[in-house]
């Protein structure tokens, strides 16, 4: 069981992260981080210690640093742009790749809100590493058009009374290049703060995530 805070060099600059991953894993999931958001996110929090009963590791990341992240509570600079946290979701990517622990191990990425539209991206320009993506509340319309490269299944969960968000889903669904699937949430609204909501969040995922790896190994 490997349990610790990471640095995961992108360029010039040091991301940190929490990396948990069980023994033995079946696979890793990347989690992406919506705008105003952090690996301290609760929500995530909670959904990544649930795909960890599964054995599933985790690598929750701030894809900003903590200057940038001063700065873009004030500007909002940062958190639409896209380029910017794939670039680093895919350094993140390759840095699974090269450490002895995560090399062998599939890669699930885990996109909330704008995180999505990034974590689309990064699958586009790593097909042969990402196994899937979910996104939970997400924004995969900010992809654009690395919406028709992503090839491998996705899996796109929405709260019930997120209409706006149900909305864009579907339009970034009939884009997408590969198998996916829109799951509604009944009663849930863009965070999931329900009762249960987010549990039904975190089962779905776990789920999907078997699902991908069984029929990969199959």
Do not use: K, Y
């Not at 959904?47 to 985790?58: P, S």
């Not at 993140?92 to 539209?117: M, R």
């Not at 703060?193 to 779905?204: H, I, R, S």
């Amino acid at each position: 069981m490997i349990s610790r805070v990471c640095t995961v060099p992108v360029g010039d600059i040091e991301l940190t992260g929490d990396l948990d991953v069980p023994a033995p894993a079946r696979a890793v999931v990347l989690f992406a981080h919506g705008s105003g958001s952090s690996r301290h996110s609760p929500r995530n929090r909670a959904v990544a210690a649930e795909l960890r009963t599964a054995g599933l590791g985790t690598l929750l990341i701030d894809l900003l640093t903590e200057e940038e992240e001063r700065r873009d509570t004030v500007t909002g600079e940062h958190r639409f742009d896209i380029a910017l946290l794939a670039r680093r979701l895919v350094a993140s990517i390759d840095w699974l790749e090269v450490l002895p622990e995560t090399l062998d191990l599939p890669v699930a990425l885990f996109g909330a809100s704008t995180g999505a539209g990034a974590a689309l991206v990064a699958a586009a320009e790593r097909p042969a590493r990402v196994l899937t993506v979910v996104s939970r509340g997400g924004r995969p319309d900010l992809a654009g058009d690395a919406l028709e490269s992503v090839r491998m299944p996705v899996l796109l969960i929405v709260g019930g009374r997120d209409d706006q968000v149900i909305r864009l889903n579907q339009e970034a669904a009939r884009r997408l290049g590969g198998p996916h699937t829109l799951r509604v949430v009944p009663g849930a609204t863009h965070l999931f703060e329900e009762p249960g909501a987010l549990e039904q969040v975190a089962e779905t995922a776990s789920r999907w995530c078997d699902e991908r790896l069984r029929s990969a190994a199959g």
